[in-house]
């Protein structure tokens, strides 16, 4: 298991491996806690934007994980703080529950779009307005919280903010820049609050495109369980990204881990 | 001015060239009338999904332009007409004026997505059920009626099929089959009504795309307006598309074509 070897850190997706919906999958919330016993580095690494990371954090704690708020990276932290450096005004096309983390930020006049998982806020009207905008100012950016094409929640797939990207990447003719996964600058903003060098971390999701390409991509291994929206026969033989590994659950994923650290 | 030499036949966009919205554009019912009375044969070639053909022809009549039914061609006969073929069952992404076009079509258990100018029905809600038809069917299709950018509306610019089919696609993994312009088949169901060869004919339209573009692989004559959703600094040096001709407007073209006849 040469994959599991001299690992001291380990990002971890959240929907998908810790838990589906609002459900935590089995062995998880122990896993967690096997590997801080184990003196292992824990961050949170999500693309999840319907909430802020404190609404995030109170519910991982409902369901019975053990975490900190700011252990958990998300877009919307890391995109607020590039609004402010390019002093830009964003249309925010983004979930309701999001919202509270952009206050403070000029939304008057707005000169970029930033696109988030935004579900039913999602409408022709929405979407349209955001294509004007993209239309009409010259040289106006639009920004996409990840670009996910689907997640998994309890009554099924859903799809995630990458399709709704396209769609106003294809009408306006404008290029998105991604903030979050699969981003190498979203894992590097993790990995330097772990403080451990790249090969000694590793990131677990259920995403093989923005969880596992994107590790690969940034320098650190990536490992994929088959929990969430994982599709054997879309995943296994992925055309473009092969995973360092692939485990049943994130409790096999740790067992693995733990032993090679006990060797 | 070759590109308007022996010109037979001309194919028209609608929206854009002929109207903007439900208002004539200066000097092209004058236009329309002049072609027919210089003995050119006109066919009305139109991605337009959110109307069935007899209502839109009942508006431009009511606009003032004299034509009948059957001179329109548009997507969603053919669409149609393949379904019956393929014996597929769709789930209609359709405006709700266009539901009629689909009368006698199965719509239970459906096993493929069609998607039109469905402007407000695009929730989110109706596209993740699309979404979810396509990730759970193998071998589900997924049917656009165009695969148009943009459109010109009174009030402004309007998203058009081609982004939410691009959503789709993106979410899915499935590629979409396009019924409509720029698609050669659509061109040729036109052209074989009006029983000419290709170099006698010349297609009219707004879209540099869909009506220059596909015109021109179908191997036709594009001729792009400078009305409509036209933009000079995406349009005149587009990096794929150069149009045979450009001009001001139809009544323009319509004065080339004219005078290369009487020559």
Redesign the interface.
Known sequence: MSWAKCVRGVMLDISGVLKNGDIAIPGSIEAVKRLRDAGVVVRFVTNETQLTCRMLCEKLIRIGFQLTENEIFSPAPVMVKLLKERKLRPMLLVHPRALPQFEGIDQSNPNCVVVGD????????K??DA??LL?EQKRASLFSLGRG??YKEVD?????V???T????????VHAEVVGKPEKTFFATALSDMALSKSEVLMIGDDIVSDVGGAQEFGIRGVLVRTGKFIAE?DENHPLVKPDAIVDDLAQGVDVIISQRMD
Do not use: I, P, Q, W
Request: proline share 0%; with cysteine; hydrophobic share 40%.
């Open positions: 935004a579900t039913d806020v999602f409408t022709y009207e979407l349209n294509f004007r239309m094409r689907y099924g797939l859903c799809m995630d990458g399709g709704f396209a769609a106003l990447e294809y009408a306006s003719g879309k």
